[in-house]
């Protein structure tokens, strides 16, 4: 008995010590994808010190604002309706929609569109909830936005801070791989708005293809959140696409025949861009439905 | 026996959340007031950090849009040191030749991934001091 005891109590402080570095997603492992020189470099420098290395995807509120200040117009029929909430019914898919109605969320409130920015932030707290997720927004916030429900910097603010805690409450009662999925559930809904809203002969639209191609920069983080959950069996298949994907962001730039000063809409591979925005479509149905 | 290892546990499960959350309220209560007239993009960025530990971020920052970088630590914690630069080490900010300021604004005029490293400022008088405490690295945009 006294020495189960023991082995209770030795097992109690090896779990404290090691709930210490939970917060970390990566070590230093993971410079093993920044290149050799960067990685010499910064090992280097950091040799005697402990690094956490984490890796930031962009939030739906930054894509959002991006699509936004490209001047494209609004679109309604781009949300991932209402009507779909009841199909969602197990923790992943939940945890995905809730992903993408945070992206919607964000794309609403920042084109002032208030009334579908009240009834999606419904749907997100009221998913968030039935995943576990507690006091995503405060009391005293959810009173303000009865009064002031046409102020948009409430509204996203109140958005960042259901994304904020949902995220972040998943990752503390160590569901990662749902985290991971409520994470590119929000990058993969923007990407379809944007790519949605775009019309790749269009050249008032040159600056939106610039930020959609500029997002081939986030897959290093999306690639690093999937990996860390790649045995789950819903985001196996995310993965192979997100590789996909990649290659086809690389395609996407003319590296030869362009002519100095062009525009930078004559760079862009306008069968591989479609190709692109096809296969975030696919990606989105996989995902929504 | 049941008793012991259901306590262990349980014990274990709510030092774990409440470290965790209590980072959380830090960051959203001391760090997020410092984004002033830029908006939380909703990331939190967090972690409990040792002196001798050093935490980096890597994220894309994209053309078109101003940004807010503000870092913080709790009290009783040695000064944030913290710098940024881009994917070929180029120094973009170092608060050492700004004061040790906590904040930095910043626009790009092409999308780059940028790396945040953040450690602390050596100190002679470490008595005074926590060993580790929660440190945040929080993101603004302006609307």
Redesign the interface.
Known sequence: ?SS??KI??S??II??FN??N???SKKNKEQVS?GEL?EY?LMKE?AD??????????????IS??IK??GVHFREDLLNSMENLPGYSTSSSRAIALGVY?ADLSYAS?NEQYQISIEYMNVSRSLAESLGILRTVGQDKVRLLESNVTN??LI??I???I???S??QL??QDRYSLSALMLIGGWVECMYIATQSVNPNEKSHE?LI??IL??K??L??IKTVLQDNQADPIIKPIYQNVLQLEKLFEMSIKTSDMKEGADFIDSVDELVFVQLVAKIGDMRDYLVH | MKYYLLSALLAFFFSVNLVFSQCRDFAKEHCKPKLENYIHDGNYNGAVLNQDEEVELHKAFFSGQKYRVVVGCEDNMPTIHFKITDSDLNVIFDNEDSNYTDFFDFELDEAKTLIISLDFVKNEDIESEEKSGCVSILFGLKL
């Open positions: 008995m189960m005891r209770i109590w097992l109690e779990l404290l709930s210490c939970l917060f970390s920044e960067l470099q950091n010190k402990m690094k956490r290395i984490f890796f930031v995807l962009p939030s739906p509120i930054e604002l991006l200040k490209s945070c920042l948009k910097e996203v603010d958005v960042s801070e994304y904020m805690e995220n972040q990752r503390e600056e610039k930020q500029d997002q920069l986030s290093e983080s």
